[in-house]
C-alpha cells in the first residue's frame, strides 16, 4: 500500500518559484482588480509566493539560504522581466507582499555573475524604471516602500548617476516638502543619499549644474518650514564639505546672494539653525580671497554680526572649545574687515 501522499512536496526550483511570482503580478490584471473576490485570491497568490522568494533567499528557519539559488533568482528576475511588474504592480500589492519584496530586494540586487551585478545590469538596461520608483513619492500608499526600493538601488554608482542627471531629479526639491511628513523625511533621506553616497557623481553633476542646482536649493535654505531648512542646511555642509566638491565650494563661498541667505539663517530662532549656519558662515569668513563685495558686506554688518556671534553657543558638549576658537577667529576676521579703509561702503 503506498502512502505516498504523506511524502514532503519537491522544493521549488528558483526558476519555478520566479515563474508563479510573474504568472501572479500578470494576473493581477484590470479586469481582476474590480473584482473583490478576484483580486483577494490573487493577491493571496502573490503573498504566497513572495513569502516562498524570502525564504529562498533568507532561509527558512530550517535550512540555510543557497548562494547559487539566489544568484538564480536574481537571473530570472531579469530574465522574466519579474523587476519591471514587480514595480509596476507595486501599488495593488498588499502589506505583507510589500514587507517580503522589500527584504528580498536588496539580496537580489547584491547578487553578482561575474563581477557584474545581474539586476543592476538588468536596471542599466531599463533606466526608466527608476524614474517609476522616483514619481511613486506622488503615492503616499507606496511612497515608503518605493523609497526604500531606490535607496537600495542608489547604492551603486551607475544607478545613482542616472538618477541625479534625469529630470526627475528636480522632482526631490517638491518631495522634501510634501505635507506628509513621513513621505517628505523619506524623499530626503533619498535626496541625502544622492547627494553624498558617491562624490564623483556628485561632483561631476555640481560642476556641470552648479546654477541650477543651486537656484533651486536656495529654496530649501529659505523654506518656511523649519524642518526643511534645518536639514537642507546640514547636507549643504555636508556636500560642500566633501573633498571631491572643493572647487564647488571655492565658487559657492564667493558668491554674495548665498553669504546673504546664511546670514538670515544666523538669525533664525532655532538654535540648531543658526549652528549649522554657523559653519558654512565660517567659510565666507575664513575665505583668503574673499571679493571686494563679500568684504563690504562683513564690514557693512559688523555690528550685528558681532553681536550674534558673541551670544551663539552650541552648548553642553565635547566640541564646546573647538567651536569657541572657531567663533573667536571669525570674529576677528569681521572686526579686521571693519577697520579696512579701502572699502566703498
Not at 479586469?31 to 513569502?51: C, G, H, I, P, R
Not at 525564504?55 to 537571473?75: F, R, T, Y
Not at 544622492?194 to 553633476?205: I, N, Q, R
Request: with cysteine; net charge negative; charged share 30%.
Amino acid at each position: 500500500m503506498s502512502f505516498s501522499f504523506f511524502k514532503p512536496s519537491r522544493p521549488k526550483t528558483p526558476q519555478e518559484v520566479v515563474k508563479a511570482i510573474r504568472d501572479s503580478l500578470l494576473a493581477l490584471d484590470t479586469k481582476t482588480v474590480v473584482e473583490v473576490k478576484a483580486l483577494e485570491k490573487a493577491l493571496e497568490e502573490v503573498e504566497k509566493n513572495f513569502s516562498s522568494l524570502r525564504g529562498m533567499l533568507s532561509g527558512d528557519g530550517e535550512a540555510e539560504p543557497n548562494a547559487d539559488q539566489a544568484v538564480q533568482l536574481a537571473l530570472e528576475f531579469c530574465k522574466e522581466d519579474v523587476i519591471s511588474l514587480v514595480i509596476h504592480k507595486l501599488h495593488i500589492l498588499g502589506w505583507e507582499a510589500r514587507k517580503d519584496l522589500l527584504h528580498c530586494w536588496s539580496i537580489l540586487l547584491k547578487q553578482k555573475v561575474g563581477e557584474a551585478y545581474c539586476c543592476v545590469q538588468y536596471f542599466e538596461e531599463h533606466f526608466e524604471l527608476l524614474d517609476c520608483l522616483v514619481v511613486c513619492y506622488d503615492n503616499k500608499e507606496i511612497a515608503l516602500h518605493c523609497g526604500s526600493m531606490l535607496r537600495e538601488c542608489i547604492k551603486f554608482p551607475s544607478l545613482a548617476k542616472y538618477i541625479i542627471d534625469s529630470a526627475c531629479f528636480e522632482l526631490f526639491f517638491k518631495f522634501v516638502e510634501l505635507p506628509n511628513f513621513d513621505v517628505a523625511s523619506d524623499a530626503f533621506s533619498t535626496f541625502k543619499d544622492l547627494l553624498t553616497k558617491h562624490d564623483t557623481v556628485v561632483s561631476e553633476f555640481l560642476t556641470a549644474h552648479y546654477p541650477e542646482f543651486f537656484d533651486i536649493y536656495e529654496r530649501l535654505l529659505t523654506s518656511s518650514n523649519y524642518v526643511t531648512r534645518r536639514q537642507s542646511l546640514k547636507l549643504l555642509s555636508d556636500f560642500l564639505l566633501e573633498p571631491p566638491n572643493s572647487h564647488i565650494m571655492k565658487k559657492f563661498i564667493l558668491e554674495v546672494r548665498y553669504m546673504k541667505v546664511i546670514m538670515t539663517l544666523l538669525k533664525d530662532s532655532s538654535k540648531n539653525i543658526q549652528i549649522s549656519a554657523f559653519h558654512i558662515f565660517k567659510i565666507f569668513v575664513a575665505n583668503p580671497n574673499k571679493p571686494q563685495e563679500v568684504k563690504i558686506i562683513l564690514a557693512r554688518n559688523h555690528e550685528k554680526l558681532l553681536e550674534l556671534l558673541h551670544n551663539l553657543s552650541p552648548g553642553k558638549g565635547s566640541e564646546d572649545d573647538q567651536f569657541e576658537e572657531e567663533k573667536e577667529l571669525i570674529i576677528e576676521e569681521i572686526q579686521k574687515m571693519s577697520r579696512l579703509k579701502n572699502l566703498e561702503l
